[in-house]
């Protein structure tokens, strides 16, 4: 199934691609550092939440819940976001973005499937070829701020480097990346609780400041 085109705008070459999204993969637990993730999936099964078959742990969702459009509906009260860094495969190359993991809290202690299959994923277009940001990948940081709060701040040096996590994807089954689009996780929140804002922004941001973002607003729909 492909879902809408995405308007992606190269920031390296001013370029703009149109992107056919063919699938949505949402990947998760994967911090660099494996004690560090044992111990949140230890910290989540406390909370009920299942532990993941596998780490890196992948979610394949639908393709039309990926958005632009800077707006998205809501049906939960506890939903919330999450920066993250996201890859995009087009004609055997690959380039990262940014966007939002927007999941619906009060359903993971069910399903994380379904929690994050319940909101729409918002993504910017401001893209970079990979290869441009590989040599510089761990002096990078993700941030993000919930109705202007700040939310999460972390080096992406916390995380697995992106053709890693790819690896990791392709091992688990995944095989064709040509129109992929997979988040790639996220790093802590800062005071470790869940915001339910009604506006969201990200960043992804080296030394000088922000390269690419990504913000949108959270309606509740009763």
Same mark, same amino acid.
């Not at 939440?49 to 890196?56: E, G, K, R, Y």
């Not at 080096?155 to 392709?170: F, G, T, W």
């Given at each position: 199934?492909?879902?809408?085109?995405?308007?992606?705008?190269?920031?390296?070459?001013?370029?703009?691609?149109?992107?056919?999204?063919?699938?949505?993969?949402?990947?998760?637990?994967?911090?660099?550092?494996?004690?560090?993730?044992?111990?949140?999936?230890?910290?989540?099964?406390?909370?009920?939440?299942?532990?993941?078959?596998?780490?890196?742990?992948?979610?394949?969702?639908?393709?039309?819940?990926?958005?632009?459009?800077?707006?998205?509906?809501?049906?939960?009260?506890?939903?919330?976001?999450?920066?993250?860094?996201?890859?995009?495969?087009?004609?055997?190359?690959?380039?990262?973005?940014?966007?939002?993991?927007?999941?619906?809290?009060?359903?993971?202690?069910? *399903?994380?499937?379904?929690?994050?299959?319940?909101?729409?994923? %918002?993504?910017?277009?401001?893209?970079? +070829? =990979? /290869?441009? &940001?590989?040599?510089?990948?761990?002096?990078?940081?993700?941030? *993000?701020?919930?109705?202007?709060?700040?939310?999460?701040?972390? %080096?992406?040096?916390?995380?697995?480097? +992106? =053709? /890693?996590? &790819?690896?990791?994807?392709?091992?688990?089954?995944?095989?064709?990346?040509?129109?992929?689009?997979?988040?790639?996780?996220?790093? %802590?929140?800062?005071?470790?609780?869940?915001?339910?804002?009604?506006?969201?922004?990200?960043?992804?941001?080296?030394?000088?400041?922000?390269?690419?973002?990504?913000?949108?607003?959270?309606?509740?729909?009763?």
């Amino acid at each position: 199934m492909t879902g809408p085109p995405l308007t992606l705008h190269n920031q390296l070459d001013k370029s703009t691609l149109e992107f056919n999204p063919r699938q949505l993969v949402i990947a998760g637990y994967t911090g660099r550092d494996r004690g560090n993730v044992q111990r949140h999936i230890d910290e989540l099964a406390e909370y009920g939440i299942a532990p993941p078959q596998s780490v890196p742990a992948f979610w394949d969702l639908p393709v039309d819940l990926l958005t632009q459009g800077g707006v998205i509906g809501v049906t939960s009260a506890e939903s919330s976001g999450e920066v993250e860094p996201v890859l995009f495969g087009m004609d055997g190359h690959f380039y990262i973005g940014l966007g939002s993991d927007h999941t619906a809290r009060d359903l993971e202690r069910q *399903s994380i499937l379904a929690s994050k299959a319940s909101c729409g994923k %918002p993504i910017g277009r401001e893209v970079f +070829p =990979l /290869d441009e &940001l590989n040599d510089d990948w761990d002096r990078l940081s993700l941030r *993000s701020y919930a109705d202007d709060v700040p939310y999460q701040d972390s %080096p992406v040096s916390a995380m697995l480097p +992106p =053709l /890693d996590i &790819l690896e990791s994807y392709k091992k688990s089954g995944g095989v064709d990346t040509e129109g992929l689009v997979m988040f790639l996780g996220t790093v %802590p929140v800062l005071d470790g609780k869940f915001r339910f804002s009604t506006t969201f922004r990200g960043e992804l941001a080296n030394a000088a400041g922000p390269l690419i973002s990504c913000s949108y607003k959270i309606n509740r729909r009763d």
